[in-house]
């Protein structure tokens, strides 16, 4: 009795022992597709593992003398994909790892079935239990390592088309149903057991080759979305810095014009002085100045490439019945960003900031602000900036923001974005070289 007990209690800590090196190596390949865990990551490996050993109690205390295989091994996969819960990402990129995964260990339960059948009719070898368990487990970690490999890391959230999708659903569909198809099939049939063993065996195996190319279609789908991303970003970058070269270059065409025509103003409005034209001078002088308040400048920090962005988002605002306060402090003549990282952050900031502030454009409503503070203090840049927002969780980033997190990163900078009482902050630091 003692002996039985003791051999009970070695082969649940020979199971739990596994269990949990499937539980890590499954963290291992799920922080490789996915990236960083959340962090609930242990309390939900935790939960798993309580969950693992509840249910190998279960199963001990209803299992038969002779009629025990996989038990717990059959539900660890399904247990680790709980841990789909701790990571981010979208919903169809988690159930097409999590439907793929099941289905790749479904597979390899057919495939091991045959092996232990073929092995115990053609070869009359009984393999004990625990050897089962252990070359079930060796195999299963080197297919998800296998997995790990072939799929490479997947840790953006590119956009895939609902019809992509539905084309990895649909196959990965269809070999589950093929397999679960064929068994009935295989027993029916009227050939030799042995035979019967090896071509489901063959079918088994073709079917996990072919879920293994599964993850390389996904991984190739997965580049093309990237560099598709990035294509976008490049295209919406070029418009960018076109718009704002031409804008900046008609700026500089007016001013130019208006300092050429300064001479002549003055000569006039001397000339009706001198006269005592009074009213006409006064007039004058009222439509000259009207010509120079269509050309404002709203901030002046003498760095013309930040001036040029700010004076012609600010005056878009305006514009728009929008007040901008800013608070700049930074150095004349101060190159820390180029022009066309310059653009990039301020103009897809300051558009996704009116963007927003014009939700609460109503007749009788106070005037929507947006503040921008931009501090410039040994060798950084500090940028703060918030605006109205009616959403109350922070929706991800679409190409706009993509393009500034990729700026900030370029600086080794941190970006931070969050909604607070009704306003979406923004805050930038970017270190100098």
Not at 46 to 67: E, N, P, R
Not at 138 to 156: A, D, R, V
Not at 164 to 177: K, Q, T
Not at 300 to 323: F, H, R, S, W, Y
């Amino acid at each position: 009795m003692n002996f039985q007990f003791a051999a009970l209690a070695l082969n649940f800590m020979f199971d739990i022992f596994l269990y949990a090196v499937t539980l890590c190596v499954f963290t291992a390949l799920l922080n490789r597709i996915f990236g960083k865990p959340g962090p609930y990551l242990k309390w939900i490996q935790g939960g798993l593992f309580l969950a693992g050993i509840f249910l190998l109690i279960l199963f001990v205390l209803i299992s038969i003398q002779g009629s025990r295989f996989y038990e717990l091994s059959m539900a660890e996969v399904p247990l680790c994909l709980f841990l789909l819960l701790s990571y981010s990402g979208s919903r169809q990129k988690k159930l097409f790892f999590a439907f793929s995964l099941f289905t790749l260990t479904v597979f390899y339960l057919f495939c091991l079935n045959d092996l232990t059948n073929l092995l115990h009719h053609g070869l009359n070898r009984y393999l004990p239990f625990y050897q089962i368990q252990l070359f079930y487990h060796i195999f299963l970690w080197l297919i998800l390592f296998l997995c790990q490999k072939l799929s490479g890391s997947f840790e953006e959230n590119i956009f895939l088309p609902p019809s992509l999708w539905g084309f990895l659903f649909g196959i990965s569909g269809a070999l589950l149903l093929i397999a679960l198809g064929f068994l009935p099939l295989v027993v029916s049939s009227s050939i030799g057991y042995n035979r019967k063993m090896f071509l489901h065996l063959g079918l088994m195996l073709l079917l996990l080759g072919l879920n293994y190319c599964l993850f390389a279609l996904y991984k190739r789908f997965y580049l093309y979305g990237a560099k598709a991303r990035e294509a976008a970003l490049t295209r919406q970058q070029l418009e960018y810095q076109e718009k704002y070269y031409r804008e900046y270059l008609h700026t500089t065409g007016e001013i130019r014009r208006l300092r050429h025509d300064m001479r002549n103003h003055l000569r006039t409005a001397a000339a009706l002085y001198a006269q005592g034209k009074g009213q006409e001078l006064e007039n004058y002088l009222e439509t000259s100045q009207k010509e120079l308040t269509d050309y404002e400048n709203f901030v002046m920090t003498g760095n013309p490439c930040l001036d040029t962005v700010l004076n012609l988002k600010l005056q878009e605002a305006k514009q728009k019945n929008i007040c901008c306060l800013t608070q700049l402090t930074v150095p004349e003549n101060c190159v820390f960003l180029d022009f066309s990282d310059t653009v990039t952050i301020f103009g897809n900031l300051l558009d996704n900031a009116v963007a927003s502030s014009m939700d609460f454009l109503a007749p009788g409503a106070p005037v929507p602000e947006i503040r921008l503070s931009l501090i410039y203090q040994e060798g950084n840049l500090l940028l703060h900036m918030d605006n109205p927002c009616r959403a109350r969780q922070k929706p991800p980033y679409g190409i706009g923001m993509k393009n500034v997190e990729s700026r900030v990163e370029k600086y080794q900078g941190t970006l931070v974005t969050e909604i607070r009482e009704g306003r979406y902050y923004t805050d930038i630091l970017l270190y100098g070289s």
